[in-house]
């Protein structure tokens, strides 16, 4: 039997079911603040547990993979305002402690700060503030939880990428992730807890930020009717606009060697996997296919590499690849 990412701990439907309930009542996810000529937009996000990863191989080692940690967090609210067309503002850091005296030791907060401020500052942005806590009796004493928030502009307004501009006939890019990111990381730490090359492996290749990817694009004057940061819930996430189309793939990413790893030891299907893996694929693009060749070109010219990987049709919601012979039904994401 199979040990999936929900058996690890991680029950994404009962998650849902609270997100979804948390954006009823506050009406959008998330908050879109229109001016007369812009927009401003402001992102929540958390890293997971990463920082455990890292504080394992710390633990058993002595290696210090907190300037990966510090990077993904940075990269994970990054990657979310990118979806929107958002051109990074400010970007602040959230950290709880179970105890003081995760903050003696300095060498592992120096680099966590090190790799944050890099990660806003390769996105353009400005690291403003953020809040720090110590909560005994509330998060494990060797442990912390880490998070943030972003603010960007949309100017003009027309650079809001919305679902409205999906069209039947678009092409979907892959643009490649670097391995797992931040996600799925509570099942990599169960199979491979005896296994510090793995979990190394995991961690080691700083998460992909795709914001400078997003803001050439636009100031080149090349429309992006939607994308998607493929985090949890997988190529799940490729469907997330709630609009009836089929999302048809074609061709994939190349496999990052973490997650045959993770396959081989879980023996997870391959639906279960691209269902909660990102599989080589850390962001999509749908455009019009005019635009295509000038997209991988930029791409290309900052090192990011991207796929012409398949095409948007009318019709129910799903994403279909047929290469794999999987198909994911719309009800299997129920979030915005």
Not at 142 to 154: E, F
């Amino acid at each position: 039997m199979a040990l999936t990412y929900q058996k690890s701990g991680v029950n994404y439907h009962l998650m849902d079911a609270f997100k979804n309930a948390c954006v009823r009542a506050g009406g959008n996810s998330p908050q879109i603040l229109e001016f007369s000529d812009h927009y401003l937009i402001d992102i929540n996000e958390g890293i997971g547990s990463l920082n455990q990863l890292a504080d394992d191989i710390y633990q058993k080692s002595g290696k210090d993979f907190y300037y990966q940690v510090g990077w993904g967090n940075a990269a994970t609210i990054l990657n979310d305002l990118s979806m929107f067309g958002a051109v990074p503002l400010t970007l602040k850091l959230f950290v709880a402690a179970g105890s003081e005296n995760w903050f003696a030791d300095t060498k592992r907060w120096k680099n966590l700060i090190r790799g944050f401020k890099d990660g806003a500052k390769f996105a353009g942005a400005s690291w403003n503030g953020g809040e720090t806590q110590t909560l005994v009796g509330v998060i494990n004493p060797k442990s912390i939880v880490l998070g943030g928030s972003a603010t960007g502009v949309v100017s003009p307004k027309t650079n809001l990428i919305s679902d409205k501009n999906i069209k039947e006939g678009d092409r979907i890019i892959i643009v490649e992730s670097s391995g797992v990111h931040t996600n799925g990381i509570t099942l990599i730490r169960k199979l491979f807890k005896n296994h510090l090359k793995i979990l190394e492996l995991a961690i080691k290749d700083k998460t992909i930020i795709y914001s400078p990817l997003i803001q050439k694009l636009q100031q080149q004057k090349i429309s992006i009717h939607y994308c998607s940061h493929i985090t949890g819930h997988g190529w799940r996430k490729i469907m997330r606009s709630k609009l009836n189309f089929s999302y048809l793939i074609d061709k994939l990413p190349r496999i990052h060697p973490i997650f045959k790893s993770i396959q081989q030891k879980s023996r997870m299907s391959d639906i279960q996997m691209y269902g909660d893996y990102n599989m080589g694929a850390g962001f999509i693009l749908v455009v019009d296919p005019n635009s295509v060749d000038s997209i991988l070109k930029i791409a290309k010219s900052l090192k990011y590499i991207a796929l012409d990987a398949g095409v948007v049709k009318k019709g129910p919601r799903k994403v279909v690849i047929p290469p794999l012979g999987i198909e994911f039904l719309g009800k299997s994401l129920q979030i915005r």
